[in-house]
């Protein structure tokens, strides 16, 4: 599938889950849109953290907007801290799950998508489709 089409398609998928209200609580609209399984992709770093999309892409509702999480971090429309931040305020609301491990690693699940963030560092942080979790990558 070229990415002409396969991003055609994530922004009617995003807008799909906006207008449905599938986002409620998910301050940025992020959204998961599957691709190809096995792929991992960098997608965004920073003195701090590395960010990658397991098996499809992310996408964001910016100012009415639907733009990949990778252009939105780029371009600085949205940041990893308010990301973050939004997870661990949705959590605290009880609009999404966490789950804590031993090791210091949390993980968020969204409707579509979980937001794992290894050993609490910020450093590696993963956004996987729900048929995954942090034991696909604790290895």
Do not use: H, W
């Not at 396969?6 to 609580?25: D, E, N, P, Q, S």
């Not at 940025?28 to 990658?52: C, K, P, Q």
């Amino acid at each position: 599938m070229n990415k002409a089409l396969l991003k055609i398609i994530a922004l009617l998928l995003c807008t799909a889950f906006v207008l449905c209200g599938c986002a409620k609580g998910n301050e940025y609209g992020l959204s998961f849109v599957a691709g190809e399984r096995d792929a991992t992709n960098y997608i965004y770093f920073d003195d701090d953290s590395v960010v990658y999309v397991v098996g499809g892409i992310m996408m964001a509702e910016i100012d009415g907007e639907s733009i990949s999480l990778q252009s939105a971090l780029t371009e600085s429309k949205v940041t990893l801290a308010e990301i973050l931040e939004s997870a661990k305020a949705d959590a605290e609301e009880e609009i999404i799950s966490v789950k804590n491990y031993d090791d210091g690693s949390v993980e968020y699940t969204y409707d579509n998508f979980r937001l794992l963030i290894l050993n609490t560092t910020d450093r590696y942080i993963y956004f996987i489709p729900l048929e995954l979790n942090y034991y696909s990558f604790a290895g």
